[in-house]
């Protein structure tokens, strides 16, 4: 596709569920990363994968968050026993992976997630 | 983040010039970035400045690094009423050169 994508665009669940966030890197791109934004903030780092593997996960608030990366294309973001502090919009980015330099970042829509 | 500070809103006159301001703490930053937020679509980067540069312009904009001060600003020339967004000031640091920490954001509205 032209750009990154994420589903779902919008998901509410209740407190305690588990929920998947799904994104969709631009075509080629080794880098993917996650960001959370609170209303009112600036997006904040969770994760960085370089191909298949988390390169940096030190962003994730506790270990009810985890992120996986398969195939080194698609990545999920997935939450368990969901507190009504996770509702935010979930950014997924993804870049060119190049070492060195500026490596833009291209940032999906979002998914915003409401806990009840 | 608490790194990165702006201010949160700014109200501006279409065709008047706005200023952005932000100030950062981290001296090792590499790369100082520019990021439009309009609502429903995702984070568009507008600009970027390396930290061995004072000023860059491109077309409307204008970056002015002061890494002394750690403060960068953002000059948006002639401004419209498609610039109205949240703006967030970005960096990224030589240890962690893959890691954006952003500002909380200027709320810019622009009125006829």
């Known amino acids: 596709g032209a750009g990154v994508s994420q589903t779902p665009s919008n998901k509410v669940t209740e407190k305690g569920k588990y929920v998947e966030l799904r994104c969709d890197p631009i075509?080629?791109?080794?880098?993917l990363y996650w960001y959370r934004q609170s209303l009112g903030q600036g997006p904040e780092f969770l994760i960085y994968f370089q191909g298949t593997g988390a390169a940096d996960d030190s962003g994730l608030p506790n270990d009810r968050f985890f992120a996986v990366r398969p195939e080194g294309s698609v990545s999920t973001l997935k939450i368990q026993r969901t507190e009504r502090g996770d509702s935010a919009v979930y950014l997924c980015?993804?870049?060119?992976?190049?070492?060195?330099?500026?490596?833009?970042?291209?940032f999906g829509p979002g998914t915003r997630l409401t806990v009840l | 983040g608490e790194d990165v500070e702006q201010s949160l809103f700014l109200s501006v006159r279409e065709g008047d010039s706005s200023v952005i301001n932000c100030t950062y703490t981290?001296?090792?930053?590499?790369?100082l970035y520019w990021y439009k937020q309009e609502p429903g679509a995702g984070l568009q980067l507008l600009t970027y400045i390396f930290s061995n540069m004072d000023m860059k312009q491109d077309q409307r904009l204008t970056v002015l690094l002061n890494k002394k001060d750690k403060h960068l600003s953002l000059r948006i020339a002639d401004t419209q009423t498609g610039d109205s967004a949240i703006y967030f000031c970005?960096?990224?640091?030589?240890?962690?050169?893959?890691?954006?920490?952003f500002g909380a954001g200027t709320t810019v509205t622009v009125r006829a």
């Open positions: 075509s080629g791109h080794t880098a």
């Open positions: 981290d001296s090792s930053s590499t790369y």
């Open positions: 980015a993804s870049s060119s992976g190049l070492a060195g330099g500026k490596d833009e970042q291209f």
């Open positions: 970005a960096e990224t640091s030589r240890s962690n050169d893959y890691k954006l920490s």
